[in-house]
């Protein structure tokens, strides 16, 4: 084995072993909260997800998002993503019922109360029971769109890109309808920010 062969052997095997220490020191959190963690993350669950209802759109990255109606807590129905265009957009899927989702609304809700007149949008899709949600959200209120579907497997999560139905479950969408980013579990108090940078 030549000397240079052998330096990018070594370098390869210590990267590695530091990869494998930093995961178990500190977890896979901050592996996760990153867009390649994010990436591998949705690969591994994607291998393993039930194939959608033929004739049902499920959203790519980069392409359109397919569009969704879906109504709202007082019964209106709610187009996405057209009645949200001209802007970014935060979709998050979420129910009353998921923890995580629940320690995660707070930090929602601080993003969208931040956002100025021409920052990112954030709507919210619960996967519930319309009268679990509105019980949910005397308790812990916001100020962002609240929409409301069935969960099954067809469900805006699905069409949305998780067909494996993991919540919470976020998508970023472009100010022209565009699947940008996805994001599997919650947010930690900062990562939005950064997460919704172009």
């Known amino acids: 084995m030549k000397a240079g062969s ?9 990267g590695t072993l530091g990869a494998v220490a930093s995961l178990l020191t500190t977890g896979p959190g901050p592996l996760l ?3 390649f963690g994010q990436r591998l993350l949705g690969r ?8 959608p209802p033929a004739g049902i759109a499920v959203a790519q990255r980069g392409e359109r998002v397919p569009a969704l ?17 001209g802007r970014p957009l935060l979709v998050n899927l979420w ?6 989702c629940v320690e995660e609304m707070p930090e929602l809700q601080r993003f969208a109360a931040k956002q100025a007149a021409n920052g990112v949008q954030v709507v919210g899709i619960a996967l519930d029971d319309p ?12 100020g962002y769109p609240i929409l409301i579907d069935t969960p099954g497997p067809a469900d805006a999560g699905v069409r949305l890109g ?7 479950y976020s998508i970023l969408v472009s100010a022209d309808g565009r699947l940008l980013k996805q994001h599997i579990g919650p947010f930690a108090h900062g990562d939005l920010e950064d997460w919704t940078r172009p």
């Open 6 to 14: 052998k330096v990018v052997l070594v370098a390869l095997v210590a």
């Open 33 to 35: 909260r990153s867009e």
């Open 44 to 51: 591994a669950l994607d291998a393993g997800a039930p194939t």
């Open 69 to 85: 109606t879906l109504p709202s807590l007082d019964g209106r129905p709610t187009s996405l993503p057209a009645a949200f265009a």
């Open 95 to 100: 129910a009353s019922w998921c923890g995580p």
């Open 131 to 142: 009268a679990a949600v509105r019980d949910f959200l005397q308790r812990v209120p916001v």
């Open 162 to 168: 998780n067909p494996k139905g993991v919540l919470p």
